[in-house]
């Protein structure tokens, strides 16, 4: 997983950067500084992603990268 992943993820599930954090249990400024590239997305961060939005999901999601 990547920023570009996360903020996809993010834009399509329709959150912002505050509900998004909530969902996952992470700060905003978190989500902020990964999506700027700051920070890389440590296994703990990807592994909330999965649990709130679902590994199928997140699958769904990152094709549209491709």
């Known amino acids: 997983m990547n920023a570009q992943l996360l903020k ?5 599930e329709g959150y912002n950067q505050h509900e ?3 969902l996952i249990g992470a700060s905003r400024s ?3 500084y990964i999506e700027a ?3 890389p997305i440590s296994p703990s ?3 909330k992603i ?3 939005i ?4 997140v699958e769904e999601i990152s094709k549209l990268l491709k």
């Open 20 to 22: 998004f954090a909530n």
């Open 45 to 47: 961060i990807a592994d």
């Open 37 to 39: 590239g700051y920070i």
């Open 50 to 52: 999965y649990d709130a």
């Open 8 to 12: 996809l993820i993010r834009d399509v």
């Open 54 to 57: 679902g590994a199928e999901r």
């Open 30 to 32: 978190t989500i902020a």
